[in-house]
Nanobody
């Protein structure tokens, strides 16, 4: 089992920045690819970005490319999502996910996930 706990969400004005963290415990963190997904009210959970075990492969959704950056620190068992130039449409609950294999954009291919952290962007 892998336990994931997200933090760093909050209320920010449009154009602002937030950095989300996802702390992992349980199994060897460096074995896992990590993904970020988000879910807005009334919408399906959508892919934001993902990073492989080493950080050498990172993939972003088109909607966040150039504004969001994913990174990880395997020594700290933590993955980060730096969000810049935030827009009201980025408002959602953000979740981190883990899977033992390569990165994926499909939420159903992940094995573990956290409870989420709320991000609200005001206009």
């Amino acid at each position: 089992q892998v336990q994931l706990v997200e933090s760093g969400g909050g209320l920010v004005q449009a154009g602002g920045s937030l950095r989300l963290s996802c702390a992992a415990s349980g199994r060897t963190f460096s074995n896992y690819a990590m993904g970020w997904f988000r879910q807005a009210p009334g919408k399906e959970r959508e892919f934001v970005g993902a990073i492989n075990w080493s950080g050498g492969s990172i993939y972003y959704a088109d909607s966040v490319k150039g504004r969001f950056t994913i990174s990880r620190d395997n020594a700290k068992n933590t993955v980060y999502l730096q969000m810049n130039s935030l827009k009201p449409e980025d408002t959602a609950v953000y979740y981190c996910y883990a899977r033992i294999a390569t990165i994926s954009t499909d939420v159903y291919e992940y094995d573990f996930w956290g409870q989420g952290t709320q991000v609200t962007v005001s206009s």
